[in-house]
């Protein structure tokens, strides 16, 4: 069923070959604009245009998952390209093949580095600008309601004013920001 993600925009992490690049791939069929993130330049940016020859909207960014500052990046470049962020596809990994005996520690923690702590800073880096846009779109539909039943146009401050203070505090209750 096509166009179930019409209007959406995706972050993809590990998106220059593999299950990344048929994430992009099938997220674009869908109908999002994708960012594809990897440490693979060349394999990212022929992805890119790839997608791009067959009418999609997608963009590359070079992403070390392991690396804060290149996930805020990311972001920053989703943001700025398509005014939005929708979807994280934490999809970096690597799976060594070596037995317990034949990993070394710094390989160990390559492991972790990538396929952890990757994750985490992917999300720390995305889930604001994905709540953003959440709050903010909830918000101009529950203003659109109250204008349609004689409210004012200021209605819709007041909802995203509700909607992020909500979060901040399921957040903290939560344990999460």
Known sequence: MAGRLNGKVALISGAARGQGEAEARMFVNEGAAVVLGDILVAEGEKVVSSIRAGGGQATFVKLDVTQETDWKQAVDTTV?????????????????????EATSMELWNRVVAINQTGVWLGMKAAVPAIHHHCA?????????????????????WVARARARTRRSTDGAQHGGA
């Open 80 to 100: 700025q390209t398509y005014g939005k962020l929708n979807i994280l596809v934490n999809n970096a990994g690597i799976f060594p093949i070596e037995g317990v």
């Open 136 to 156: 903010a779109a909830a918000a101009d539909a529950a203003a659109g309601r109250k204008r349609a039943a004689g409210g004012g146009l200021g209605s819709g």
